[in-house]
């Protein structure tokens, strides 16, 4: 058992698979020489050499035209985009190329690629670098989104993603980086669609992703203080989505609160909140609150960063007034 940082959890995954299958190749801006702007391919170049990781130009578009050809090849690229803010740059590509081909070649093309990248905000990076898009990738039908929350998930889940035939979007939450925790010796591989119950409970179900599975640990934390058992639900995979453990969470706890970074408007909990008004509603015995960012850009300031993004304190809160009302 190693205790491992988040940003080393996704160079060891990939490190995983990579002397696993000759296959993996890893590409992207700076990822070899200098180990990625945030340090998560650190020692894959030494390594595997430059044949298997590859630095590319400043260009999202290249980065992923070159993988999606590798990936119809023959090879299994892990491909960087620095910033999931980025996304927007290169959609096209990601929407209507990679999502589609599989289906539209009738399975003779299948697409096995993974697209890692940082995504969300907590570190200040301002509007236009600190945005959580995983409800963007979760609208387009072809694509798997994964979003891992401690560095042990980080190794199963990439492992996962890059035996996937089909593309996946794989969040690294940059605020997640620093963290650590411990992480098994030898192989780790996760199942895509699993989600974890991260703490027992019987009073309320609290959904998380990402960097709001510590802030929802931590706000049950509060309410265990003041009488109140809540459930928290690490969901890690939106796409193939794991609504069995979710469900069953809701029938025992009868109440549900999603926590999201997303921006309130289409979070990936309103689509969580419409399956469970669906097909729980007579295990609810109350209505289902979404605790989201509001429907802003993300400023810069630390003080109004801090403001917008769901915290702890705002989730013990807002459950503790619902369950009292």
């Avoid at 400043?58 to 050809?69: C, D, K, N």
């Avoid at 969300?120 to 798997?144: D, I, T, Y």
């Avoid at 992480?183 to 019987?202: W, Y």
């Avoid at 419409?274 to 097909?279: Q, R, V």
């Amino acid at each position: 058992m190693a205790e491992l940082t988040y940003r080393d959890a996704v160079a060891r995954g990939i490190a995983q698979e990579m002397r696993r299958d000759e296959r993996v190749v890893m590409i992207g801006e700076d990822v070899a020489g200098a180990g990625g702007v945030f340090k998560t391919t650190v020692g894959l170049l030494d390594e595997f050499g430059p044949r298997r990781v590859i630095d590319t130009p400043i260009s999202e578009q290249a980065i992923l035209g070159a993988a999606m050809g590798a990936a119809m090849t023959g090879l299994r690229p892990v491909a960087e985009i620095m910033f999931s803010d980025f996304f927007a740059v290169c959609w096209d590509i990601v929407v209507n190329e990679i999502a589609k081909t599989r289906y539209m070649t009738g399975g003779q093309v299948t697409i096995p690629l993974v697209i890692k990248t940082g995504n969300g905000g907590s570190l200040r990076f301002g509007a236009q670098h600190s945005q959580a898009v995983e409800n963007w990738a979760m609208a387009v039908p072809g694509l798997k989104v994964v979003t891992p929350s401690t560095p042990r998930d980080v190794v199963g889940l990439m492992a996962a993603a890059v035996r996937s035939d089909d593309p996946v979007l794989f969040f690294e939450h940059k605020g997640l980086y620093a963290m650590k925790g411990e992480v098994p010796d030898g192989e780790i591989v996760d199942e895509l669609g699993t989600a974890v119950v991260r703490r027992p409970g019987t009073d309320a179900t609290i959904l998380s992703l990402g960097l709001t599975v510590k802030r929802a640990l931590d706000a049950a934390d509060q309410l265990a203080e003041r009488g109140i058992q809540a459930e928290v639900v690490d969901v890690r995979s939106l796409v193939p989505l794991d609504t069995r453990t979710i469900l069953a969470s809701v029938a025992k706890t009868g109440r549900l609160f999603t926590v999201e970074e997303n921006p309130r408007l289409l979070g990936w909990g309103a689509e969580i909140a419409s399956i469970a008004a669906e097909e729980a509603f007579w295990d609810l015995d109350g209505p289902i609150q979404r605790i989201t960012t509001p429907h802003i850009p993300l400023p810069a300031a630390d003080s109004l960063e801090d403001l917008v993004l769901p915290s702890a304190d705002v989730v013990a809160t807002t459950v503790e007034k619902a369950l009292q009302s």
